[in-house]
């Protein structure tokens, strides 16, 4: 079983709270939404629970069967789709999907992923030549098939048309049962598979 427990955490920017007293406990096999308006500190604590950025006061654990991991291996369980994470622009989508599996690992086969978010057709195209939309798709899968144990995703369904969404959606409901999966949204089609919502605005001063 793999468990995050977060205690009190609490983080600021200069003079600004941000959230104050985030207590969770997230396990192996559960979905979560992180919900709240825009400029609410989801990103924020995403960040926070990812270990990517440090909480001003509280504790974070990762467990794995009870043994504490430490700080510095928390990436190596980790993977994480965000706005704001880019992919290596001179790869083709093929190649991105590659070295995802020789840097992480993967739960299939490239060829199979390919199909499955139907990209396919766009396998020896350049991620910079790529729309929005299948760049998302792209970033989601490279994402979601890794074999880690927490899926860390912020506003998952930016740049994505309607059927696009579904794809999503079914991805999450038939390719992430042993995983933690946490998103941060406040759209109700991102999250709307979770099974326990966070609201921000019960973490703030």
């Known amino acids: 079983m793999f468990i995050i427990q977060a205690r009190?955490?609490?983080?600021k920017y200069q003079t600004q709270r941000i959230f104050d007293n985030f207590s969770?406990?997230?396990e192996q096999g559960r979905k979560y939404a992180i919900i709240g308006p825009n400029g609410s500190g989801k990103s924020t604590l995403l960040k926070t629970l990812s270990n990517y950025s440090s909480a001003d006061?509280?504790?974070?654990?990762y467990l794995k069967q009870g043994r504490v991991i430490q700080d510095y291996s928390i990436?190596?369980?980790?993977?994480?789709?965000?706005?704001?994470?880019?992919?290596?622009?001179e790869f083709t989508v093929a190649e991105t999907l590659h070295w995802v599996k020789q840097?992480?690992?993967?739960?299939?086969?490239?060829?199979?992923?390919?199909?499955i978010t139907q990209l396919h057709t766009a396998k020896h195209k350049y991620v910079?030549?790529?729309?929005?939309?299948?760049?998302?798709?792209?970033?989601?899968?490279?994402?979601i098939f890794t074999i880690y144990d927490v899926l860390f995703l912020d506003e998952p369904c930016t740049?994505?048309?309607?059927?696009?969404?579904?794809?999503?959606?079914?991805?999450?409901?038939?390719?992430?049962?042993?995983?933690?999966?946490?998103?941060?949204?406040?759209?109700?089609?991102?999250?709307?598979?979770?099974?326990?919502?966070?609201?921000?605005l019960n973490y703030k001063l």
């Open 57 to 61: 006061k509280g504790k974070l654990q």
């Open 103 to 115: 840097s992480k690992g993967l739960t299939k086969e490239v060829k199979d992923i390919l199909e």
């Open 159 to 200: 740049n994505l048309d309607q059927a696009s969404i579904q794809l999503y959606q079914e991805w999450i409901h038939s390719h992430t049962d042993s995983k933690i999966v946490i998103i941060a949204s406040n759209q109700l089609h991102e999250y709307q598979m979770c099974d326990t919502i966070l609201d921000m």
């Open 24 to 26: 969770a406990t997230f």
């Open 128 to 143: 910079k030549y790529l729309s929005s939309g299948m760049y998302q798709r792209l970033k989601l899968a490279a994402a």
């Open 75 to 89: 990436f190596t369980h980790i993977s994480y789709a965000a706005p704001y994470v880019n992919l290596f622009r």
């Open 8 to 11: 009190e955490l609490s983080k």
